[in-house]
Nanobody
Framework: QVQLVESGGGLVQPGGSLRLSCVASGFTFSPYAMNWYRQAPGKERELVASIGNAAGSTKYADSVRGRFTISRDNAKNTLYLQMNSLQPEDTAVYLC???????WGQGTQVTVSS
């Protein structure tokens, strides 16, 4: 049974940083690309960042490029998202995803507010 468990969210002031984690289980993690999405209230789910299976290939949405860094630890079956220079528009529920899996974890709430 595939499980994706996100953590690390919270309330942070503008300009602050957070590091999100996603622990994957129920499948072999290392061969697959992984994604981070986010969904803000009233908005469609947005692809934020992607990483290839060997961690050598990363892609970012224009809105986060230069501020967010996606990484993975295949030995720990864990995906990360380092978020720096956070802004109020980054407020959303953040979810990780493996492209072939149609389900979602519970996500982790990130709120950027003074």
């Amino acid at each position: 049974q595939v499980q994706l468990v996100e953590s690390g969210g919270g309330l942070v002031q503008p300009g602050g940083s957070l590091r999100l984690s996603c622990v994957a289980s129920g499948f072999t993690f290392s061969p697959y690309a992984m994604n981070w999405y986010r969904q803000a209230p009233g908005k469609e789910r947005e692809l934020v960042a992607s990483i290839g299976n060997a961690a050598g290939s990363t892609k970012y949405a224009d809105s986060v490029r230069g501020r967010f860094t996606i990484s993975r630890d295949n030995a720990k079956n864990t995906l990360y998202l380092q978020m720096n220079s956070l802004q109020p528009e980054d407020t959303a529920v953040y979810l990780c995803n493996v492209p072939w899996f149609k389900g979602w974890g519970q996500g982790t709430q990130v709120t950027v507010s003074s």
